[in-house]
């Protein structure tokens, strides 16, 4: 097989790159080089199989805020109480 079919077709004039740029967005827009028949190929199942949804919850803030101070408010009770257990064991008087 031809070298040049396997490593790709620029155009005249472009550089060329072996990869895109890590910043850059994916895209299922035609390219203006194509890198070899396995980047294609990848190229194309990523396009054609995989759609990404938005799965993110809504989380509302204040009551968010408001069940982290409980929990903390727990644990500072829990806290004290293994002190007060601590020191018992220990022979002291809490």
Request: aromatic fraction near 4%.
């Amino acid at each position: 097989m031809n070298k040049n079919r396997t490593e790709g077709i620029v155009e005249q004039g472009e550089p060329r790159h072996h990869a895109p740029p890590r910043s850059a967005a994916p895209s299922c827009a035609p390219s203006k080089m194509v890198m070899g028949y396995a980047m294609n190929a990848l190229f194309i199942v990523h396009c054609s199989l995989f759609v990404v949804e938005a799965t993110r919850e809504a989380v509302d803030i204040q009551t968010l805020d408001a069940e982290i101070g409980r929990i903390a408010a727990r644990q500072a009770e829990l806290r004290e109480q293994i002190d007060a257990i601590v020191a018992d064991l220990e022979g002291e008087i809490a």
